[in-house]
């Protein structure tokens, strides 16, 4: 089994920042692509943003410029700088990453519990 624990969320007033960090336990071979998504009362979940184990990052363009997503891969933890929020930003921040559990195995998508951002204006 894998967990995605996710800490950092909280409320914060508009311009303000927080980091997010998820860290990824259990039997774990490798993970290849780590990221975060968003989910605010009555919308579909939406991508954030993405990170590959070679550093290869992807951003919704509502976050560009804004968010900076990073990872450490020896230690399975994938971490969301959010600098600049605005109250648009609050939503439950969900993390990501698609497991193998062994070698030439199949990539298990598996989702953390989410955390809470809310931005005050």
């Known amino acids: 089994q894998v967990q995605l624990v996710e800490s950092g969320g909280g409320l914060v007033q508009a311009g303000g920042s927080l980091r997010l960090s998820c860290v990824a336990s259990?039997?774990?071979?490798?993970?290849?692509?780590m990221g975060w998504y968003r989910q605010a009362p009555g919308n579909q979940r939406e991508l954030v943003a993405t990170?590959?184990?070679?550093?290869?990052?992807n951003y919704a363009d509502s976050v560009k410029g804004r968010f900076t997503i990073s990872r450490d891969n020896a230690k399975n933890t994938v971490y969301l700088q959010m600098n600049s929020l605005k109250p648009e930003d609050t939503a439950v921040y969900s993390c990501?990453?698609?497991?193998?559990?062994?070698?030439?195995?199949?990539?298990?998508?598996?989702w953390g519990q989410g955390t809470q951002v809310t931005v005050s204006s």
């Open positions: 259990g039997s774990i071979f490798s993970i290849d692509v």
């Open positions: 990170i590959t184990n070679d550093g290869t990052t």
């Open positions: 990501y990453a698609n497991v193998q559990y062994q070698r030439g195995s199949y990539y298990y998508g598996r």
